[in-house]
């Protein structure tokens, strides 16, 4: 189902950059996909999905957790590449499905990741 998506993106020079290094992938053989994917929904529902975000472009670390590093090589880091890859638009609050969307497309992108 996100095969097309992660194609297009892996065409982008900024987004193909982007890879699971060894400290991330040790935290989540730590903690586990399960947990990995719990902290993805929070990220989403807390710092992506409200209508108005104060600082949209910026909410999102480049490092510092696996979920962050994939919100940026799946243009889910802002409402302005969310907008632009996925056509949700700007201003106004994500719904559960799109949430859910993102979520599973980020974990995608993990596992894509961990099988490398």
């Keep these: ?15 193909s950059k982007f890879r699971l290094k060894t400290d991330e992938r040790k935290y989540i053989s730590e903690k586990g996909l399960d947990v990995i994917k719990s902290h993805a929904s929070d990220f989403i529902a807390k710092r992506i999905a409200p209508a108005v975000i104060i600082n949209d472009g910026k909410q999102t670390p480049m490092k510092g957790h696996p979920v962050f590093i994939a919100q940026h090589a799946t243009a889910t880091c802002c409402r302005g590449c969310i907008n632009k890859w996925h056509k949700f638009p700007k201003g106004v609050e994500l719904t559960t499905k799109q949430q859910e969307y993102l979520v599973n497309l980020i974990m995608c992108w993990i596992e894509k990741q961990l099988d490398l």
């Excluded at 996100?2 to 020079?13: G, P």
Aim: glycine fraction near 0%.
């Design 1 to 15: 189902m996100y095969e097309d998506i992660l194609a297009r993106l892996a065409k982008s020079e900024f987004r």
